[in-house]
């Protein structure tokens, strides 16, 4: 069960959590509807997510069935003795996540194929040094008739992000304290998404 108060209703922070990650976890069926789960990259271009492959095997009998993928951060570990010295049930830890769910599906044409791929590129080797496929097809089309792209919709975007939005106010700011004198980077990192929530001054969920 998905916690109500670790939703988050703003889509375009889901989309944007997306833009950061550069992996996460796709689960389609094969033809006997035996679930198959992998890791993969993948970009997103407005409201599909896309994700490249071989032409053939589990993937592509995937196709035109329902489909989910999932994105996720971890966040800080909040150790049980913050809370309680003697009871290890407090232990908790922060994240973000994202759940798609839709029909797996896949691109045919060259020229869409070469988009997705060159999104793809300057996501995962923003600093460049390598020839644009969208714009060189000639060069790179024996490669795209070579592998498959495959979308999925995005139009059931779940974004969970757990900050410690049931933790009283009192809670919130010693715990801040402790992420800042522990100080490693995703400690900051946590405390800055907390305060981007709003969480060090009401109890406003997210």
Known sequence: MRRKDFECDD???GQLFLDQCHDGVLATLTKDNTPVVRAMNFVRIDDFIYFHGATSGEKIEGLA??????????????????????????????FQSVVVKGVFNLVMDVEPKAIVMQKLMEKLQPEGKFLPLNTNLDFYEKA????SIFMLSTAYLSYKIKLGQNWDLEKRQRVKSLLLQRGASIDRETVELMEEFGLFFTKIEP
């Open 144 to 147: 795209l008739n070579r592998v």
């Open 11 to 13: 889509r375009h922070k």
């Open 65 to 94: 069935q329902a489909a989910s993928f999932t994105a996720y951060k971890a966040l800080s570990l909040i150790p049980s003795h913050w809370s309680d010295e003697r009871n290890a049930c407090p232990v908790t830890s922060l």
